[in-house]
């Protein structure tokens, strides 16, 4: 991952991340002693994930299974999902110009953008109801169209 994830510090500054697969511990650590190694019998070590994330202040590197990772991956995955579908605390309003793919009207109805293609001063938008129903209806280029919700651009 690179410093263009999005992710940022407090202060909002971008945190770059590096992902490693070649970070290693012995698969059952002693416990008060050194770990063991592949010569005490113990099998080959179990990979680990690495994680460094590098903000201004400092680096921090964390390391875990691939399982947990995976797990890490859902729960990001999962709270990804919960934030693009929560409804907005208030409806964002837009230009019909600036209609996109994926945007969502605010009203009573789910009606979603398909498409928005601009000829001259109109903008023909293409909608798709909840019901799998599409019209596609005209607005002036200035129309404010008050929308629910709105995918990160690029999506």
Request: aromatic share 2%; charged share 25%.
């Amino acid at each position: 991952m690179s410093s263009g994830t999005g992710i940022t510090d407090a202060d909002g500054r971008p945190v770059p991340i590096t992902v490693t697969v070649d970070e290693h511990v012995p698969t059952t650590p002693t416990a008060g002693g050194a770990a063991p190694t592949a010569l005490d019998g113990d099998p080959a070590p179990a990979p680990r994930i690495g994680i460094r994330l590098t903000p201004p202040a400092g680096a921090l590197v964390w390391s875990c299974t691939p399982e947990a990772a995976r797990e890490l991956a859902a729960e990001l995955l999962r709270a990804a999902e919960e934030a693009e579908s929560a409804p907005a605390r208030r409806p964002v309003t837009v230009e019909a110009g600036e209609l996109r793919r994926g945007d969502v009207r605010d009203g009573d109805r789910a009606m979603t953008v398909e498409s928005a293609r601009t000829d001259g001063s109109t903008v023909h938008v293409t909608w798709k109801s909840g019901a799998g129903r599409s019209w596609t209806q005209a607005y002036a280029a200035d129309t404010a169209i008050p929308l629910k919700r709105r995918l990160p651009e690029g999506r």
